[in-house]
């Protein structure tokens, strides 16, 4: 079968073949249906080392990228509830099962696995088949595995980083999103879904303000030096009692400290490596500042379901698997809007 395969640290993955996999106890063989294009590949292929992401020296190499998986399940240990043939989402974040955080539902923070994952450290489904666990896969009723897979990542991530500020956004609050890109246009629309509160969105990128706007934001915010002004105002003065940063360089979070009222919420997903100072009287009080991974299982379920019913609609491009290098080639160019998933 053919696989994009991750070898070399700070190197471009190579589609190659190599031979089916073969699950084990506790796994199953899923047949890829699609597989989401992330912007975390590209870190991960040419800037992490072991050393710059310290994670990722529980990675061997090489290993298949591809961490936004959805197919039908092929073979092995079938969960009961579950049959050959099943469309299947596969959850990024794979777990234990047994510790203290996968006992309380939190399947993302595994004390055990957290941060390794098929795409992530194990072989993942840039590939006609990848082998996942059986505790991770959750199953699809109406929608296909292409149109399922950015609900793994893209979707799982953003949903949350909403659902930690979500007792917070009543309908007399504001939150702001930095960066409507892959993850953050569905954000945008889980606000929309979940909270009252006025939705703010900032980007370099008109066009990713116009399809933020379509999916329900209120205030659409070209990123420049402004801004953090032009938020105050659209907050009468008090700021945004959550932040969600899809960035996560050295500017954005600085904004976001900038732009966040007394006891909030600034929440960073993007990988994009920046460091706040951390210091009295630079973030105000009260302030909450986390780095979250991935969410758990029981919340892709959720996902699953505001898909199905049609309340949530990734905007995506489909590509063939053989096109890959072409289509991360676009995705460093910022020229692919939404997702693209990768299909064999
Ligand atoms: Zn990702
Ligand atoms: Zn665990």
């Not at 004390?111 to 666990?133: N, S």
């Amino acid at each position: 079968m053919r696989a994009y395969v991750f070898s070399e640290w700070q190197t471009k993955a190579e589609l190659r073949e190599v031979p089916i996999p073969e699950p084990g106890h506790g796994e199953v063989l899923i047949k890829i249906g699609g597989a989401g294009a992330c912007h975390s590949d590209l870190h991960i292929m040419h800037e992490w080392t072991p050393g710059t992401f310290p994670p990722a020296a529980f990675w061997p190499l090489p290993f298949t990228l591809g961490h936004e998986n959805a197919g039908w399940i092929e073979s092995g240990d079938i969960p009961p509830g579950l049959e050959k043939g099943e469309a299947v989402v596969v959850s990024p974040t794979w777990s234990c099962g047994a510790c203290a955080s996968c006992r309380i539902g939190e399947t993302n923070y595994c004390d055990v696995e957290g941060v390794v994952a098929g795409g992530l450290g194990r072989d993942g489904g840039f590939a006609d088949y990848m082998v996942a666990p059986a505790n991770c896969l959750v199953p699809l009723n109406n929608i296909e595995p292409w149109q399922a897979a950015p609900l793994t990542d893209a979707g799982l991530t953003s949903y949350h980083a909403v659902k930690r500020c979500l007792p917070k956004l009543t309908p007399d609050t504001s939150v702001v999103v930095i960066g409507v890109g892959g993850l953050g246009h569905l954000a945008v629309e889980f606000l929309r879904e979940l909270s009252g509160a006025k939705i703010i969105v900032i980007d370099r990128d008109e066009k990713a303000l116009g399809m933020a706007k379509d999916r329900g934001a209120d205030v659409c915010l070209k990123s420049d030096d402004s801004v953090a002004e032009a938020i105050r105002d659209a907050t009468f003065g008090l700021g945004a009692i959550a932040v969600l940063d899809f960035v996560g360089i050295d500017s954005t979070m600085l904004l976001a400290t900038q732009i966040v009222r007394r006891r909030g919420e600034i929440v960073v997903v993007g990988m994009g490596g920046g460091v706040l100072p951390f210091q009295n009287g630079l973030i105000p009080y009260g302030c909450s500042l986390t780095y979250t991974l991935g969410g758990s299982t029981k919340e892709l379920t959720e996902i699953v379901a505001l898909a199905e019913n049609g309340r949530v609609k990734p905007h995506i491009e489909k590509c063939p698997l053989d096109e890959i290098d072409d289509v991360y080639r676009r995705l460093h160019d910022n020229a692919i809007s939404g997702r693209a998933v990768l299909v064999p």
